[in-house]
């Protein structure tokens, strides 16, 4: 398999989990895509009832309404069964950094609350540590961007404003607010790491998600394999 059958076989694997009158956090991201097509299609041919989608952006919010799965926000919602995303990289402890895409904030938000969360990745995810590829992604207040990027230095870390390529100047999130990737010589401690960086005035949120997988799903060439704890 390349790696884009690797990615429509996990997202095919994270369908087993869906079951009606469920509410699903849906990631951002190619892997998720894939994952939200295929989700709308059991909803259309009727596979699948009383299901519904909190999105995670606006990219996932758009998708899901063009597949077909009913979408709900955040604070319309008591509970979310289960969440599904992609991620950038991906430890032996499952440790994450996700965040490539710019929605980080709000789906650690919608993780963290999700009765299971399920990881969808293609074996090139796999690291022995997290930042051995890279940089770590935090969404910071515009106006504190070049303070933080240098307080980032106390870590060890060189980071840099993420710039848009398809329009002028930085990328902005979907909460209005700019991205620094911190590139990180290794991350021995990814909890502290993620705590410590949280607690930076002006850092909204970052890209380390420890401790908070349930499950993730390698896309490789013999097929999908699980990672548990």
């Known amino acids: 398999m390349n ?28 892997t ?18 009383e299901v519904y989608g909190v999105p995670t952006s606006y990219q996932a919010r758009l998708l899901a309404l063009e597949a ?18 992609g991620a950038d990289e991906v430890d032996p402890q499952m440790n994450l950094i996700k965040g490539r895409g710019a929605a980080l904030t709000m789906e650690k938000i919608i993780e963290y609350r999700a009765g299971m969360f399920v990881v969808l990745v293609d074996e090139t995810k796999l690291v022995e540590w997290l930042g051995q590829k890279m940089p770590v992604p935090i969404e910071v207040v515009p106006v504190a961007w070049r303070a933080i990027a240098e307080e980032l230095e106390v870590f060890n870390a060189t980071a840099q404003l993420r710039m848009a390529e398809k329009k002028d100047g930085p990328v902005v999130t979907d909460n209005g607010n700019f991205i620094l990737d ?46 548990e704890r």
Do not use: C, Q, W
């Not at 998720?32 to 009832?49: Q, V």
């Not at 077909?68 to 969440?83: K, R, S, Y």
């Open 182 to 227: 911190a590139k990180f010589h290794r991350i021995e401690d990814p909890l502290d790491l993620e705590i410590e960086l949280n607690n930076i005035p002006g850092v909204v949120e970052n890209g380390i998600f420890a401790d908070i997988a349930d499950l993730v799903l390698v896309g490789t060439k013999d097929g999908v394999k699980r990672m």
């Open 68 to 85: 077909g799965v009913p979408v709900v926000g955040l604070d319309e919602v008591d509970a979310i069964d289960i969440a599904v995303d």
């Open 3 to 30: 790696v884009e059958e690797m990615k429509k076989a996990v997202a095919k694997e994270a369908l087993k989990f869906i079951e009606d009158e469920m509410v699903v956090g849906l990631g951002t991201g190619s």
């Open 32 to 49: 998720t895509a894939y994952f939200i097509k295929y989700l709308g299609k059991l909803i259309m041919d009727g596979e699948l009832e």
